[in-house]
């Protein structure tokens, strides 16, 4: 008993030396924050919190916890496996995300306060501060910091891991993960950045649903899985699997990710249930294989997903009439049931001679009470000279008050930034579309701290933005790749302001990068790596604060 005393004696004296460092600037402001009260509005229904917390889940989580406590802003912990990776409040009444309680910033306050302790220590905050400072190492001795990884999986547990650059392949394992927890059946669903060879060792069974970006690249949610294990060798003769390849066939390395996911995997002594299935965007149909496998199981394998809405086409301008280069449109469709969020995906249903294929567009405007929704398409040609099937057809064949059918589908990995979080948002061309509803909502958030960077091809016929910007916006910077004094591009622009792009990245900024893979979008990423550092903007996607919403 004296042992236990003197060591409750050594300890809650050093608990009580140590524990004002949380008073300093940032993580008083932090704990203040986590602590207050929220106003005496009536706030946002649980339902309605929750369906927040779940639109704004991290790529990485797989499930998480929330917290409605009494006169305080609701707290979400999100998980991967056992782990928090992210602890999140929301706004009591507009159920956005704000300041997170994580971060860098609660190290450097506990360096920066020890004077600030050892000059106030009588004050009458000691034992608040002393009681965070327990829990909080209670916190950390049971959760280490998370990497985005889980550390055990039931063997009986079916595991469904996807790879999702826009949210599709997400959408669709958690629509199964659903359907089997309705048969009662033990089902994990996981980004594949969170598993490991060691789980997949654990695991009898799995479905993979693997999208790749662009022309064969690899999804940002198992970049990190596929660059540190595909070239190595493991042992998986005890995994029993499928695959489902999502990709767009107009691209020449059709489905190359998840083909290539199936192929490492054979390749790794586990047995395939049948050969990798590919499912093209443009269609949207799932193969015949796959669904007969899920029916198998006794789920619907139908893929069914939000129903279908018509839209009437109400206004069509040109953005660029004089010039010379594609045209460039914004188009906006009367749609009293539809509902969206900043960074989600309008799917068409364009009618062709056999039939229609799907084309999606980044919505390009935040929800108003107008009951409209707007897209910025730019109007393409074939090398034939005939007009690009969906560019076409919205630009130029659909008649003013005509109806188009069309859904919404929810891209979280380009979903909002807390809305006082600094965020860049970079873009050209048509990429305006997925920038223009972020910089919309933050406008009425009243948020300062955003800075575009858009690039164009002609100063004189294309400098479009006032037509599109809100007055308020704060910052602009534009980069012009025909402007005869001075040609340049985004990427450009961000090397010649690197110490700004390491200010805010520094300050907590969120990165938006948004238009063709090709060109701008690699651009851009080689300029921020030559920037921050390769393992520098890894940490920025793992933590979510690299987006982009590329095709």
Same mark, same amino acid.
């Given at each position: 008993?004296?042992?236990i005393?003197?060591?409750?004696?050594? &300890?809650?004296?050093?608990?009580?030396?140590?524990?004002? +460092?949380?008073?300093?600037?940032?993580?008083?402001?932090?704990?203040?924050?986590?602590?207050q009260?929220?106003? +005496?509005? *009536?706030g946002l229904?649980?339902h309605?919190l929750?369906?927040?917390?779940?639109?704004?889940?991290p790529?990485?989580?797989?499930?998480?916890?929330?917290y $409605?406590?009494?006169?305080?802003?609701?707290?979400?912990?999100?998980?991967?496996?056992?782990?928090?990776?992210?602890?999140?409040?929301?706004h009591?009444q507009t159920?956005?995300p704000?300041?997170?309680?994580?971060?860098?910033a609660?190290?450097?306050?506990l360096?920066?306060?020890?004077q600030?302790?050892?000059?106030?220590w009588?004050?009458?905050?000691?034992?608040?501060?002393?009681?965070?400072?327990?829990?909080?190492?209670?916190?950390?001795?049971?959760?280490?910091?998370?990497v985005g990884?889980?550390?055990?999986?039931?063997?009986?547990?079916?595991?469904?891991?996807?790879?999702? *650059?826009?949210?599709t392949?997400?959408?669709?394992?958690?629509?199964?993960?659903?359907?089997?927890? $309705?048969?009662?059946?033990?089902?994990?669903?996981?980004?594949?950045?969170?598993?490991?060879?060691?789980?997949?060792?654990?695991?009898?069974?799995?479905?993979?649903?693997a999208?790749?970006?662009?022309? =064969?690249?690899t999804?940002?949610?198992?970049?990190?899985?596929?660059?540190?294990?595909?070239?190595?060798?493991?042992?998986?003769?005890?995994?029993?699997?499928?695959?489902?390849?999502?990709?767009?066939?107009?691209y020449?390395?059709?489905?190359?990710?998840g083909?290539?996911?199936h192929?490492?995997?054979?390749n790794?002594q586990?047995?395939a249930?049948?050969a990798?299935?590919?499912?093209?965007?443009?269609?949207?149909?799932?193969?015949?294989?796959?669904?007969?496998?899920?029916?198998?199981?006794?789920?619907d394998?139908?893929?069914?997903?939000?129903?279908?809405?018509a839209?009437?086409? !109400?206004?069509?301008?040109?953005?660029?009439?004089?010039?010379?280069?594609?045209?460039?449109?914004?188009?906006?469709?009367?749609?009293?049931?539809?509902?969206?969020?900043? &960074?989600?995906?309008?799917?068409?249903?364009?009618?062709?001679?056999?039939?229609?294929?799907?084309?999606?567009?980044? !919505?390009a405007?935040?929800?108003?009470?107008q009951?409209?929704?707007?897209l910025?398409?730019?109007?393409?040609?074939k090398?034939? =000279?005939?007009? &690009?099937?969906g560019s076409?057809?919205?630009?130029?064949?659909?008649?003013? *008050?005509?109806?188009l +059918?069309v859904k919404v589908?929810t891209?979280?990995?380009?979903?909002?930034?807390?809305?006082?979080?600094p965020?860049?948002?970079?873009?050209?061309?048509?990429? !305006?579309? &997925?920038?223009?509803?972020?910089?919309?909502?933050r406008?009425?958030?009243?948020?300062?701290?955003?800075?575009?960077v858009? =690039?164009?091809?002609?100063?004189?016929?294309?400098n479009?933005?006032?037509?599109?910007l809100p007055?308020?916006?704060?910052? !602009?910077?534009?980069?012009?790749?025909? %402007?005869?004094?001075?040609?340049?591009?985004?990427?450009?622009?961000?090397?010649n302001?690197?110490?700004?792009?390491?200010?805010?990245?520094?300050?907590?900024?969120?990165?938006?990068? %948004?238009?063709?893979?090709?060109?701008?979008?690699?651009g851009?990423?080689?300029a921020?790596?030559s920037?921050?550092?390769?393992e520098?903007?890894?940490?920025?996607?793992n933590? =979510?604060?690299?987006?982009?919403d590329?095709?």
């Open positions: 008993m004296k042992r005393a003197l060591y409750i004696s050594v &300890g809650a004296a050093l608990l009580f030396l140590s524990a004002p +460092t949380l008073l300093t600037n940032k993580t008083e402001q932090g704990l203040q924050a986590f602590n009260i929220a106003p +005496t509005k *009536q229904s649980t309605h929750l369906q927040q917390a779940k639109h704004h889940q790529l990485e989580a797989d499930r998480f916890t929330f $409605h406590f009494p006169q305080a802003h609701p707290l979400v912990l999100y998980f991967a496996g056992p782990q928090v990776l992210h602890m999140q409040r929301l009591q159920g956005e704000i300041a997170p309680l994580l971060g860098e609660w190290v450097n306050s360096h920066r306060a020890m600030h302790w050892q000059n106030h009588h004050t009458p905050y000691w034992p608040a501060a002393l009681a965070l400072l327990l829990l909080f190492i209670l916190w950390a001795r049971r959760y280490k910091p998370a990884t889980l550390t055990e999986l039931n063997a009986n547990t079916l595991l469904l891991a996807y790879a999702s *650059q826009t949210g392949a997400q959408a669709m394992a958690e629509q199964l993960q659903q359907a089997y927890e $309705h048969q009662g059946r033990a089902v994990h669903c996981v980004s594949l950045n969170a598993l490991t060879p060691q789980l997949l060792q654990q695991c009898q069974r799995a479905l993979f649903i999208s790749t970006c662009g022309d =064969g690249d999804p940002d949610n198992g970049a990190r899985f596929a660059s540190r294990f595909f070239t190595q060798a493991f042992d998986f003769s005890t995994l029993t699997f499928a695959v489902l390849a999502l990709g767009d066939k107009r020449p390395q059709f489905c190359a990710f083909l290539r996911l192929q490492w995997l054979e790794n586990a047995r249930l049948f990798p299935q590919t499912y093209d965007s443009s269609n949207g149909e799932l193969p015949t294989l796959w669904q007969q496998h899920l029916q198998q199981e006794g789920i394998g139908t893929n069914q997903t939000e129903p279908w809405h839209a009437t086409l !109400i206004k069509r301008v040109c953005l660029n009439p004089n010039s010379h280069n594609e045209p460039l449109y914004l188009l906006r469709f009367h749609t009293p049931t539809l509902t969206w969020q900043a &960074g989600d995906i309008l799917c068409c249903q364009i009618p062709t001679a056999s039939g229609y294929v799907l084309r999606e567009y980044s !919505i405007n935040m929800l108003t009470t009951q409209s929704v707007e910025v398409v730019r109007q393409l040609h090398k034939n =000279g005939e007009l &690009g099937l076409g057809w919205l630009t130029e064949t659909l008649a003013l *008050q005509s109806d +059918t589908r891209n979280p990995a380009f979903a909002l930034a807390p809305h006082d979080a965020v860049i948002l970079i873009g050209a061309g048509s990429g !305006i579309a &997925g920038l223009r509803s972020h910089w919309q909502h406008a009425t958030q009243l948020a300062e701290n955003t800075w575009l858009y =690039g164009e091809r002609h100063p004189d016929n294309e479009f933005l006032p037509f599109l007055e308020t916006f704060a910052c !602009i910077s534009t980069a012009f790749s025909q %402007c005869s004094s001075q040609p340049h591009y985004v990427q450009d622009v961000l090397v302001h690197l110490q700004h792009v390491k200010h805010w990245i520094n300050n907590g900024a969120y990165l938006y990068i %948004c238009g063709s893979q090709t060109g701008m979008g690699e851009v990423h080689q921020l790596v920037i921050l550092g390769e520098t903007l890894q940490k920025l996607a933590e =979510g604060r690299y987006r982009k590329l095709y």
